[in-house]
């Protein structure tokens, strides 16, 4: 992840922040007076989980000490909440403007992935399509997985894309290692780097590198669970 930090990426036009930033920023003043808006059921699950990580230093669910351990949901989400919850202030506004920065970032970063695979006339309608999504724009400020998956998704993306073009050992991993974490905020992501690994099955060497990356630590975890 330490790519993320390169001024470089996130020189981009001017637009595309406006256009990123505008929408979020409306839905940022309508939930700071009704914050009701970003908790759900099962935001409340995902805090739960994330109090017991902080608290209990256990992944579970329940009130201490009635800990049940957590085998249906993965770690990722709740340990960046459990992270927002070192931050000062207040919880939920903490949560809600961090995801609203991290969709933000995922405008940007997926201009330019779409700018790399094609001609900017696709990747202005795509990053247009992507920054005013109602669903997404809406899901943005709920305590949620789907704003923090989306960001791992298009920065996976852009890692494999990058490792398809170079077609070298570390790319490869780099990128594997980056699809395991996206599956540990969404076990879905698991099923595309099958896919995307056949588009290297002439450099068998480095689609095994990339397979193992990606599956080694989910794979340990799903047999954690069985234990």
Not at 18 to 30: H, K, N
Not at 31 to 46: A, I, K, R
Not at 95 to 109: C, E, G, K, R
Not at 181 to 190: A, C, E, G, H, Y
Request: charged share 10%; net charge positive.
């Amino acid at each position: 992840m330490a790519f993320l930090w390169n001024k470089e990426l996130w020189k981009v036009p001017l637009w595309i922040y406006i256009i990123a930033l505008l929408p979020r920023f409306v839905v940022f003043i309508l939930v700071l007076s009704n914050p009701e808006y970003c908790l759900t059921p099962d935001s409340q699950g995902y805090i739960n989980m994330s109090h017991n990580l902080l608290n209990h230093f256990t992944f579970a669910n329940g009130d201490f000490p009635f800990l049940n351990i957590e085998t249906f949901r993965v770690p990722g989400y709740p340990v960046f909440l459990t992270l927002v919850n070192l931050l000062p202030g207040n919880f939920v506004f903490n949560i809600v403007f961090l995801q609203l920065s991290l969709s933000v970032a995922t405008v940007v970063l997926g201009y330019r992935w779409f700018r790399q695979m094609g001609e900017k006339g696709g990747a202005v309608l795509g990053t247009i399509f992507l920054s005013l999504d109602y669903i997404n724009i809406m899901h943005n400020p709920i305590v949620l997985a789907e704003t923090l998956q989306m960001f791992f998704l298009v920065v996976s993306a852009d890692l494999t894309w990058q490792w398809l073009k170079r077609e070298d050992n570390k790319s490869a991993i780099y990128s594997g290692v980056l699809w395991s974490l996206t599956s540990f905020i969404k076990p879905v992501s698991l099923y595309l780097p099958v896919i995307l690994s056949l588009f290297m099955w002439r450099n068998k060497k480095q689609m095994v590198l990339f397979l193992l990356a990606t599956y080694f630590l989910s794979l340990g975890w799903c047999l954690s669970c069985l234990l």
